[in-house]
T-cell receptor
Framework: DAGITQSPRHKVTETGTPVTLRCHQT?????MYWYRQDPGHGLRLIHY???????DKGEVSDGYSVSRSKTEDFLLTLESATSSQTSVYFC????????????????FGAGSRLTVL | KNQVEQSPQSLIILEGKNCTLQ??????????LRWYKQDTGRGPVSLTI?????NTKSNGRYTATLDADTKQSSLHITASQLSDSASYIC?????????????FGTGTQLKVEL
């Protein structure tokens, strides 16, 4: 998936435990994103980063925090997981491919499926 | 509120047949519209991006159309193959708001059968 690796790919955890998902890219892109995908909803932006230590909230950021200490790694942390955070989480980068119009293509990782019991 | 609505929700067709997926949006002002293909258990992959000035764009057997006046787009798949079975997601990029300003549809689940 275009130099993006997400880990873990699958995780089952219990309510109240902390969880960290990792996104690693090998292509030195500046912008990185975390989305969640749930049935009946389009992909929704949780947090994004526009550089090392530069992050901002998306539309569904409550209960999540992120960190980016290196260009290649973007971490998503659930401080105290809840059942409503059961979802598939996708990391994405902007870049790596440009359309003929010049628009950057958003490239996604393979996803991390999280189940909170 | 910016919205992207796709229809149908799901579709089953026979291999070799054509099909058309619809996308209506309310995002305004509008920058571009994208179609992504998402195979089961994988991340979405870009098929095409269209700006407001483009009416039609093709990518192999996939042809996307855009009518910016009526805020509608369609994705036409010609001579379908089993490998076309996937979810097709319409994504619209607006010009206002924070983040990357993308609004995602919920997708059309396509199944191609023998």
């Amino acid at each position: 998936d275009a130099g993006i690796t997400q880990s873990p790919r699958h995780k089952v955890t219990e309510t109240g435990t902390p969880v960290t998902l990792r996104c690693h890219q090998t292509e030195n892109h500046r912008y990185m994103y975390w989305y969640r995908q749930d049935p009946g909803h389009g992909l929704r932006l949780i947090h994004y980063s526009y550089g090392v230590k530069d992050t901002d909230k998306g539309e569904v950021s409550d209960g999540y925090s992120v960190s980016r200490s290196k260009t290649e790694d973007f971490l998503l942390t659930l401080e105290s997981a809840t059942s409503s955070q059961t979802s598939v989480y996708f990391c994405a980068i902007k870049g790596g491919e440009r359309e003929s119009s010049g628009a950057n293509v958003l490239t996604f990782g393979a996803g991390s499926r999280l189940t909170v019991l | 509120k910016n919205q992207v609505e796709q229809s149908p929700q799901s579709l089953i067709i026979l291999e070799g047949k054509n099909c058309t997926l619809q996308c209506n949006y309310t995002v305004s002002p509008f920058s571009n519209l994208r179609w992504y293909k998402q195979d089961t258990g994988r991340g979405p992959v870009s098929l095409t991006i269209m700006t407001f000035s483009e009416n039609t764009k093709s990518n192999g057997r996939y042809t996307a159309t855009l009518d910016a006046d009526t805020k509608q787009s369609s994705l036409h798949i010609t001579a379908s193959q089993l490998s076309d079975s996937a979810s097709y997601i319409c994504v619209v990029r607006g010009l206002r708001g924070g983040g990357n300003k993308l609004t995602f549809g919920t997708g059309t689940q396509l199944k191609v059968e023998l």
